[in-house]
């Protein structure tokens, strides 16, 4: 199968448009499929058409649907301005309906494509030779844009807010940048996904640029009549190579009073974001404080489910609980303010989310983090690394989650 995924993942990078989503070996009771591919080459919403008509199309598409939202995305239903968007970077949101979809679970493989004879796709698939490690390879040197005193000073600067008043919690993030670089897109994230597989993991391109996402935490999913959201607050480093010192960073994570109440606040932004969408009485809290580990990190991951309430449209259920509270902080519209205010670049794609629509409007989509977004035509490589601030936070202690959560995306090798 793993031969297949990287024919699958090869064969997505021929077209303008490719979304393809593996949960690697991370399938839960949530999971609906192993891996999710699809591949367009026209845009389902014209350029510059407002959130509000493009939702008319996502609601009146009767096909699969496949895309992204920015960060930003959402701003104007907070009465916040968004950024102009840069030719080069990523729009506010986009989405396309694929020619052909590919799923992979347990039962097998699934093919379903426009093409009148979907035997001739499996086989140009199945027929693409798989691709070889490089062999002279270099570590890529990524830049700060926010020094370490700087970012000092910023996280200084949020918990003066948070003792004043203005928030409870913002999390804050900061961007690293390598610039002269040419690397093959597929072959990086393979090399991502040897290192640090990750349940939410994507390969997204949008034409000459791509996301490269290795990501753990799902933002929010539709099945049926129910919402489920999966918010992760609560980090700490591993030690695979010493299980008993890794059953003790365990320890440490779940006794932690910052990481808790970190994770418990986020929950409690979650469910009043879907009480307002959701039945009355039927929002709960079905896992508080879960622990899961992944390659580099142990996390703490909540679930929020809720029924929604008849008649809820696309747009009521993204307009009510986007940016996830997970990455943004308490309470929402002030830390989207503060967020514009104290970062050193706008967001972009990082922090967004990628996924999936279904004819029956059913979704899944993730969290952009542990991402790298490479721009071809810039050679340019770059990513962010946040955290959750609170008034017990500590600065050096917050610097070094981030250095941590990026330990990942920093080994990634491209040819000399």
Same mark, same amino acid.
Request: hydrophobic share 35%; charged share 20%; glycine share 6%.
């Given at each position: ?14 077209? @303008? ?25 026209? @845009? ?92 002279? +390879? ?32 913002? #999390?804050?993030? +900061? ?22 597989? #990750? ?25 049926? #009549? ?117 970062? @050193? ?72």
């Amino acid at each position: 199968m793993d031969v297949f995924r990287q024919q699958l993942l090869t064969w997505c990078n021929q077209f @303008p448009y490719a979304c393809l989503l593996d949960s690697r070996e991370f399938i839960t009771a949530y999971s609906e499929v192993e891996l999710l591919a699809a591949v367009g080459n026209i @845009p389902l919403i014209p350029p510059g058409t407002s959130i509000e008509k493009g939702f008319q199309y996502l609601e009146q598409t009767k096909d699969w649907i496949f895309g992204h939202f920015g960060y930003h995305a959402f701003h104007s239903y907070y009465q916040l301005s968004q950024p102009e968007i840069d030719a080069a970077d990523f729009s506010h949101y986009f989405f396309f309906c694929p020619e052909t979809v590919v799923q992979i679970q347990q039962e097998g493989i699934t093919l379903s494509t426009f093409h009148p004879n979907p035997a001739t796709v499996f086989e140009e698939i199945t027929k693409i030779q798989p691709a070889s490690p490089l062999s002279t +390879q270099q570590t890529i040197a990524f830049e700060p844009l926010l020094s370490k005193a700087e970012y000092l000073h910023q996280i200084a600067e949020i918990i003066s807010h948070i003792k004043r008043g203005d928030c409870y919690e913002l #999390n804050f993030c +900061q961007p690293f940048e390598a610039k002269n670089i040419v690397l093959d897109p597929t072959d990086a994230f393979r090399q991502l996904m040897q290192i640090s597989p #990750n349940p939410f993991s994507c390969f997204y391109k949008q034409n000459d640029r791509y996301v490269l996402c290795a990501s753990p935490e799902r933002f929010l999913q539709k099945k049926g #009549n129910t919402l489920r959201s999966q918010p992760i607050k609560g980090t700490i480093k591993r030690n695979i190579s010493d299980p008993v010192q890794d059953n003790l960073l365990k320890e440490t994570l779940l006794s932690s009073p910052k990481n808790r109440s970190e994770n418990i606040m986020v929950v409690d932004l979650v469910r009043n974001d879907l009480s307002t969408i959701c039945r009355e009485g039927t929002v709960r809290v079905t896992e508080l404080l879960g622990l899961y580990s992944f390659p580099q990190v142990h996390q703490l991951i909540s679930t929020v489910e809720g029924a929604l309430q008849p008649g809820t449209t696309l747009l009521d259920i993204l307009s009510h609980t986007f940016p996830m509270g997970s990455m943004t902080g308490a309470p929402k519209k002030r830390v989207l303010e503060l967020i514009d205010e104290v970062e @050193p670049t706008y967001r972009g794609i990082y922090s967004g989310s990628i996924g999936y629509i279904k004819p029956n409007k059913d979704f899944d989509f993730n969290v952009v983090i542990r991402s790298l977004v490479y721009l071809p035509q810039q050679q340019l490589l770059r990513f962010h690394v946040g955290g959750g601030i609170t008034a017990g936070s500590d600065p050096e202690q917050e610097y070094d989650e981030c250095l941590l959560k990026g330990k990942a995306l920093q080994q990634i090798k491209t040819s000399e």
